[in-house]
Nanobody, 124 residues
Framework: QVQLVESGGDSVQAGRSLRLSCATS????????MGWFRQFPGAEREGVAM???????KYIDSVKGRFAISKDNRKSVLFLQMNSLEPEDTAMYYC???????????????????RGQGTQVTVS
């Protein structure tokens, strides 16, 4: 079955960087639509970045120029490089996967049918 396991979350000071990883198995990683969403302490979920099977990427405005999503199809791993972190980035970050990107909009990421258990990012 589809398995997604995130890692790389940490507590850091504002301005620092983190790199999240999502190890996957159980599906044809290179052909699926992948993304990251985050859940804030108040339980609101927000799609952050997504990458399609052809490598196309999309980001929400608040992370453009700071975050970069990428993937290693050989190792079936998804990444999120987060630079210039801000306290507003504090959240639980989840990796998500879907067979298709429907509209290729970050808003669909939290709705994807497969997700991991999350990794906490805290910025102070």
């Amino acid at each position: 079955q589809v398995q997604l396991v995130e890692s790389g979350g940490d507590s850091v000071q504002a301005g620092r960087s983190l790199r999240l990883s999502c190890a996957t198995s159980g599906f044809s990683f290179g052909y699926w639509c992948m993304g990251w969403f985050r859940q804030f302490p108040g339980a609101e979920r927000e799609g952050v970045a997504m990458i399609d099977s052809d490598g196309s990427t999309k980001y929400i405005d608040s992370v453009k120029g700071r975050f970069a999503i990428s993937k290693d199809n050989r190792k079936s791993v998804l990444f999120l490089q987060m630079n210039s972190l801000e306290p507003e980035d504090t959240a639980m970050y989840y990796c998500a996967a879907s067979r298709l990107c429907i509209e290729f909009l970050p808003s669909e990421i939290p709705l994807m049918e497969n997700r991991g258990q999350g990794t906490q990012v805290t910025v102070s």
